[in-house]
């Protein structure tokens, strides 16, 4: 398997714009989980899925922010619209279970919003 | 909101010294994991411990639990200048049917050759 796929590597984006991340988790892996990453905050967690369902999703910092998870292969966090301080790295990561089990993480998109 | 805090932030040895992180806790857990981070790149999974399990090995890597204090370790012994980078730990909560994933913010670790 090729792990986590993320897409894009980067992206730099206005203010204002639509940005769309995209994650393709593990095959066979049941549990979703987004993150974004800065200096100043570390490692939040956004939302969490099992089984292509929302189960957390209290880390979204606003309304600005949504995801998807349409089928078990793909899942999106879309922001919308975009601010300069969305600017982050957005870390998909997938694992088989609830919990009991490693997670494998994909290699990030790194946002800047100017 | 993060579950886990490690300690030091930052900490700078010489190759072939032991290098000990420590983190932190604050509701029980159903177990705890370690993740190593090279600068730019994704996390890779470095060892689980289960709440019930006291200690584990898995190459020079030690980590240690104890529930009580809501407090674990990760020993590396004999350090190589590639183990440089971030070490986190990181805990998935027990109780209900929320199993998510949280993180601390991490420690950053500098072998020096």
């Known amino acids: 398997d090729a792990g986590v796929i993320q897409s894009p590597r980067h992206e730099v984006t206005e203010m204002g714009q639509e940005v769309t991340l995209r994650c393709k988790p593990i095959s066979g892996h049941n549990s979703l989980f987004w993150y974004r990453q800065t200096m100043m905050r570390g490692l939040e967690l956004l939302i969490y899925?099992?089984?292509?369902?929302?189960?957390?999703d209290s880390g979204m910092p606003e309304d600005r922010f949504s995801a998807k998870m349409p089928n078990a292969s793909f899942s999106t966090l879309k922001i919308q619209p975009s601010e300069p301080r969305d600017s982050a790295v957005y870390f998909c990561?997938?694992?088989?279970?609830?919990?009991?089990?490693?997670?494998?993480f994909g290699q990030g998109t790194r946002l800047t919003v100017v | 909101s993060q579950q886990g805090e490690e300690d030091p932030q930052a900490l700078s040895i010489q190759e072939g010294e032991n290098a000990t992180m420590n983190c932190s806790y604050k509701t029980s857990i159903n177990n705890l994991q370690w993740y190593r981070q090279n600068s730019g790149r994704g996390l890779v999974h470095l060892i689980l411990i289960r709440s019930n399990e006291r200690e584990k090995h898995s190459g020079r890597l030690r980590v240690t639990l104890d529930t009580s204090k809501k407090s674990s370790s990760l020993l590396i012994t004999a350090s190589r200048a590639a183990d440089t980078a971030s070490y986190f730990c990181?805990?998935?909560?027990?109780?209900?049917?929320?199993?998510?994933?949280?993180f601390g913010k991490g420690t950053l670790l500098t072998v020096n050759p």
């Open positions: 899925f099992n089984n292509n369902v929302p189960i957390d």
């Open positions: 990181a805990t998935v909560n027990s109780g209900g049917s929320n199993y998510k994933l949280t």
């Open positions: 990561a997938s694992s088989y279970g609830t919990g009991e089990t490693e997670a494998f």
